[in-house]
């Protein structure tokens, strides 16, 4: 466990939170809910910083734009009234299938995108979503698309970053839009074998007007898979153009084999969940395949 932790600080403001992680000297972890950071309980950890007292936990609307405030918890999110008016309720439902009602009165949507798990449910309906983060560090605040935070934690730049809150644009609304988040994991409660999410909107001749297609566990981190939004864009889709899809999908996922899954099942799994949201996408803006 943390047997090298010699103090846990409780901030109440951002500017504090950053401070102490930047003394800390790279030995300063955050910490929200707990839940991933417990499990991994890295050694190294000297100084514990609980973000729960930042005031960071808020769903606001802001002109055009919803924002998240980074503690607001997994459990906040799936009860929202807002959020489940926000795109067919896609982050409330993203939100209601990760793990036990335990861990999501506990987790907290800056953590699991903060974690930088490849199988984080949160991420990927919010790339659907054309999410941006705000994030604070020893060099002021910043605001970058989603997919670019990911691409930089990935790359440890964003180590002493502290995530402040999440924006997510108006999306497209109304009758003739759908959205669909899928999950496949080996129980109820467990953690995405692969994840998708879709979000739609026809034309007034069932066209293909705008699309977002993006998937979990099956590369690095979640992505969106923007030749599959091309190639249905403009056409109407049915089980041929589906299938198409379909295989496009195969051609972009780099999935691996692990405990929980193999790599062909994973890539099976793509095609299937991505037909799924599509489906479901389709049928919710009032047509059939
Ligand atoms: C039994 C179990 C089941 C789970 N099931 C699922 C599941 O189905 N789907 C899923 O997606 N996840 C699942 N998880 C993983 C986890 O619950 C989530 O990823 C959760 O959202 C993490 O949030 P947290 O607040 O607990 O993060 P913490 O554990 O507090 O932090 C996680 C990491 O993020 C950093 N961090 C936290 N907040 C910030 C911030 N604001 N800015 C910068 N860095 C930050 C921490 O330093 C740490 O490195 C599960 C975990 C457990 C233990």
Redesign the pocket.
């Known amino acids: 466990m943390f047997d090298k932790v010699e103090a846990f600080y409780r901030p109440e403001s951002i500017p504090e939170a950053v401070r102490l992680l930047e003394r800390g000297k790279g030995h300063a ?11 991994e309980a890295a050694r190294s950890v000297r100084f514990l910083i609980d ?1 729960t007292r930042a005031g ?1 936990s808020y769903i606001r609307k802001r002109d055009s734009v919803c924002t998240i405030g ?2 607001t918890t ?1 459990a906040e999110l799936e009860d929202s009234t807002a959020i489940r008016a926000l795109a067919g309720g896609l982050i409330s439902q993203a939100a209601a ?4 009602v335990q ?1 999501r009165n ?7 995108l ?2 930088g ?1 490849p ?4 991420v990927t309906p919010l790339l659907a979503l054309d999410a941006f983060v705000l994030v604070a560090n020893a060099h002021g605040r910043s605001k970058m698309r989603l997919a670019q935070y990911l691409e930089r934690s990935r790359e440890h730049e964003m180590s002493r ?3 402040v809150e999440v924006g997510i644009p108006d999306p497209p609304h109304g009758a003739r839009c759908g959205w669909s988040f899928q999950k496949f ?1 080996r129980t109820e ?4 074998l692969v994840n998708a999410a879709a979000g739609l909107q026809l034309d007034g001749h069932g066209r293909v007007k705008w699309a977002r297609l993006s998937l979990g566990a099956v590369a690095e981190c979640p992505f969106r898979l923007l030749s599959v939004e091309q190639l249905i864009t403009g056409r109407e889709l049915d089980h041929t153009l589906l299938a198409e899809a379909g295989d496009q999908v195969i051609r972009e996922v780099k999935p691996v084999n692990d405990l929980r899954a193999s790599a062909e099942f994973r890539r099976d799994l793509s095609r299937v969940l991505a037909g799924r949201a599509l489906e479901e996408c389709v049928e919710q803006a009032g047509h059939t395949l």
């Open positions: 972890r955050l910490v929200a809910g707990g839940t991933d950071l417990t499990v973000l960071l980074a503690t997994l299938t990760c793990g036990s861990i506990l987790a907290t949507l800056g953590g699991n903060a974690h798990s199988a984080a449910d949160m970053s502290l995530l994991g409660i467990d953690i995405s």
